[in-house]
T-cell receptor
Framework: SQTIHQWPATLVQPVGSPLSLECTVE??????LYWYRQAAGRGLQLLFY??????ISSEVPQNLSASRPQDRQFILSSKKLLLSDSGFYLC????????????FGQGTRLTVV | QKEVEQNSGPLSVPEGAIASLNCTYS??????FFWYRQYSGKSPELIMS??SNGDKEDGRFTAQLNKASQYVSLLIRDSQPSDSATYLC?????????WGAGTKLIIKP
């Protein structure tokens, strides 16, 4: 069966510090991978998605970046965090086929102080 | 107009009653429709998927899709306090999931 791992679960970082969140998927190959951010009481905002190694599409211009160094690994990064980067970050995957639902990692609660 | 719209709630339903959650979407080219449940502080988990017009039942949950009217709904029968959560509607279009902001459901004992 497929599983998705995302870490860390919680993170408190000072303004201006770097960020690296990692997500890995097991039990499948060539998944579509997604990074979402969810502000408190709000819906899911798609940040990045990737349909293959090295292929990253950005949905929202900001100081975040994403990379996919391996087929089942997706990394969200920032060189300098802003207060507005605080939120709940979710990694998700699905197959690149029609009618395919997405599955989420446990999420990372990021607080920038 | 948002692409996927949901009433934010909260929707308060007595325990044992039927909870009805609604979602409308704007793009007629949307292909697949999903309902997720999200407990506070947790990630969304898939409850139901529906692809064709009509009803789809899974235990206490029934998803209803009407493509002509562009809405999808979720019915929860015999509501339990453990059903209290935010329910997210998602619509698949061109391999991208478009999300509603969610409806907060409260089941009162």
């Amino acid at each position: 069966s497929q599983t998705i791992h995302q870490w860390p679960a919680t993170l408190v970082q000072p303004v201006g510090s770097p960020l690296s969140l990692e997500c890995t998927v097991e039990g499948t190959s060539n998944p579509n991978l997604y990074w979402y951010r969810q502000a408190a009481g709000r819906g899911l905002q798609l940040l990045f998605y990737s349909v293959g190694i090295g292929q990253i599409s950005s949905e929202v211009p900001q100081n975040l970046s994403a990379s996919r160094p391996q087929d089942r690994q997706f990394i969200l990064s920032s060189k300098k965090l802003l207060l507005s980067d605080s939120g709940f970050y979710l990694c998700a995957w699905n197959h690149g086929a029609p009618n395919t639902e997405a599955f989420f990692g446990q999420g990372t609660r990021l607080t920038v102080v | 107009q948002k692409e996927v719209e949901q009433n934010s709630g909260p929707l308060s339903v007595p325990e044992g009653a039927i909870a009805s959650l609604n979602c409308t979407y704007s793009d007629r080219g949307s292909q697949s429709f999903f309902w997720y449940r999200q407990y506070s502080g947790k990630s969304p988990e898939l409850i139901m998927s529906i692809y064709s017009n009509g009803d789809k039942e899974d235990g206490r949950f029934t998803a209803q899709l009407n493509k002509a009217s562009q809405y999808v709904s979720l019915l929860i029968r015999d509501s339990q306090p453990s059903d209290s959560a935010t329910y997210l509607c998602a619509v698949l279009r061109n391999y991208q999931l478009i999300w509603g902001a969610g409806t907060k459901l409260i089941i009162k004992p």
